[in-house]
């Protein structure tokens, strides 16, 4: 038995299998690939962590990168976010929700109800871009900006209302997007972490044609047999290696790039600012019957207009100017406001609005470099750069006067601190007479309110009732007598020239000045002599503050010799602008010092007149000492005050707008200290011109943006498009603008 088992073969035991390596990527560290994606660039940052999740095991890519900064690239991907976002703020700590700092709505159509909704699910989110289509209602954002964003940081919205046929809704309905301003203006509160805003409205589109073209099925690269392919495909890999976020976010990133409807990706030609007027007209739908020019016939085919008004956003531009006067306006520093061919700049000069200015674009819109330009300029005292591209600043005469008008404009560049700060001193005199005027006819009110009080009791002390009243009566007609003189003598200073004897005494033409004079006179009562200044304000001219000044789209094709002449000439103005500053600081300066000596001569002589009647005194005594008390002459001001404006760096409390002081740094000078910055400027400006020094502003002659057509002075149309392939000057007001705005700014 025993020889037998030993003969049976032995049967080997089955092998093991080998153990399946680890891919080494699945080795990493989950720092290490946070590390990696914070590297990403924000507008990317979802589709790649949604990518990774599928290659990674569960739970490796931490869930803040899937949730930072949410796209919405098509319509469909709204409803999924919406539902999304419920479940997770049921969990704990609102789940994934809590992530969120970035919205954007790339998409240009799409129910505005949901996105409201998905707003609402939002509440901490600090970046908001907005495509706004011709789905959006004033409604909607009236809805959307009822309740504060505390921690709101920017908000960009474009706007494009233009359609291809005309309806009810944007015609005659009267839909314009002022109630949503006001809303902002109503129910936000000061929000010192709301910096940035955008308001672009996109140009209309040229000519008769639709402004876009729509990718058909006819026409599309892709054909339907692998466009089908491509989602199955895609729909069963998430299935299989995506993680418990990733199934959940994939439908709102990891679509097929054929499926979206954004700027990019949308199945239309060219955005619409840009399509060709002698291009080819794609067939329009044509009027349905349901717009506003109804026909009942296909024999009144012939008189349907061939084209229309294409909707406007704002109605009523003066809502901005009520937004930028409002308290959350009042930290707003980068603000781009483009609505084409519309006068912004009457609105931005209305004092008050928007206060903290740093960086204003107000490009495609009206500004002239002789009406509004230096009101602007003096109305912002720390604003920076300023970009006004395709707005007509020079009027159609920039090709032949293009130097001149250059050499103007830094002239009026630098001139506006010069401007601001007479216009400063002369507000703070008017309120200082103001002052000293209602202080002495408070002080006359007391003193005859006294005299009859006096008299009154007088007439009660002696019991004579009657000669009481007497003397009241005889106050009151003497203090009628003299208004009536006051009235008599303003009547006759408003009277100009020779009056002869054949004159008439009377006239049947106005006479606002009399009328004024006489009203003034009978309104104010007796004159009441004011007393002399004790205060003597100065006000020291502003430097300029301008860095970057861009003015694209003036004049087309120009060359690099020209747009040389154009700069030179440009800070030839500002030399000379800088002349006249510092020599209006010189003269300050002299009336500072001359007013100063005055107030201790005056000092002086009152010291002297104070020691001679304390001393012994000569002749009949207390009439002489009471004689010699006071100096001859008028009292100079004897408190000589000196301010400056403050530097864009310079924190200043922020003051009652109706303090003529608010905003003003009081200057303590030992000598003429203060005349350094000027000579400064001038200084750096002279080592510019030699070429050995880099320019105090930067000036941009190429077009960042298109802009509308306009007419010229001979009718001309002059179109608003071409020149945009130059070089821009190194830190321009555009290179600045594109690391602002969009996802660069993120």
Partial sequence: MQDALL????????????????????????????????HIPPQLLQRTALSLAQVFPPDTISARYVWKHLTVGRPGQLKPLWMKLKEEARKGERGGVRHVRTFCQESWRGDADILNNVLRCLPDVRVLLLNIGTNFAPEHLEEMFEDPRPGIRRMEMRFRPYVEQASYYQFLKGSYFDTAIETLTRHWPETPSFTHLSIVQDLPPRGTAPPTAVTTAANSVVPSAVASAVPSAMNSALTTRVNSIASAMADLALESASTSDTDDNSGRTTPPSSIEENSIPVETKGYTGHGPFPYLSERMGISRPKNFAQPIVFFDIKCIAVFGASPVAANLTHLRLRVPSRDLAQILVVPGVFPSLRYLDISTTNVRVDAVFSLLLRSHVRLEHLVLDRVNLFGFMARDKGPELCHELGDKVVSAGLVR???????????????????????????RTRTSEGTDSEGDGDGSGSD????????????????????????????????????????LRDRPSRRGAASASIATGPSVPVPPPDTLYLVLPALPTIKTLCMGGEAHSLSATRVREWEEEFHAGWRDGLGKVLGWAQHIAERYERALRK??????????????????SKGKGKASASTSTKPAGTRPPTDIRLFRFP????????????????????????????????????????????????????????????????????????????????????????????????????
């Avoid at 009547?491 to 009056?499: I, K, P």
């Fill in 7 to 38: 003969a049976t073969p032995l049967i080997p035991a089955a092998p093991t299998p080998p153990a399946i390596p680890i891919p080494l990527l699945h080795r990493l560290p989950p720092e290490l690939i946070d590390h990696l994606l914070d």
């Fill in 421 to 447: 700060g007479k216009e400063r001193e002369r507000a703070i005199g008017a309120w200082e007479l103001a002052e000293r005027t209602r202080l002495a006819v408070a002080s006359a009110q007391r003193s």
């Fill in 468 to 507: 009481g009243e007497a003397a009241r009566a005889a106050a009151r007609e003497a203090e009628a007598a003299e208004i009536e003189r006051q009235r008599q003598l303003a009547l006759s200073r408003a009277r100009r020239g020779h009056r002869s004897a054949a004159h008439s005494t009377f006239s």
């Fill in 599 to 616: 107030a201790d001569e005056w000092r002086a002589q009152e010291v002297k007149a104070s020691i001679k009647s304390n001393g012994p």
């Fill in 647 to 746: 530097a864009p760096d310079e924190e200043t409390a922020r003051c009652h707008s109706s303090d003529p002081l608010a905003g003003l740094i009081e200057v303590f000078p030992q000598g003429r200290d203060y005349l350094d910055a000027y000579k400064f400027a001038v200084a750096d400006a002279e080592m510019h011109a030699n070429g050995q020094g880099p320019p105090a502003c930067v000036l941009c002659t190429v077009p960042d943006c298109e802009g509308p057509a306009r007419r010229g002075d001979e009718g001309a149309r002059l179109d608003g498009r071409g020149g945009m392939g130059g070089k821009h000057r190194e830190g321009c007001g555009h290179l600045l603008g594109r690391e602002i705005w969009g996802w660069n700014g993120v």
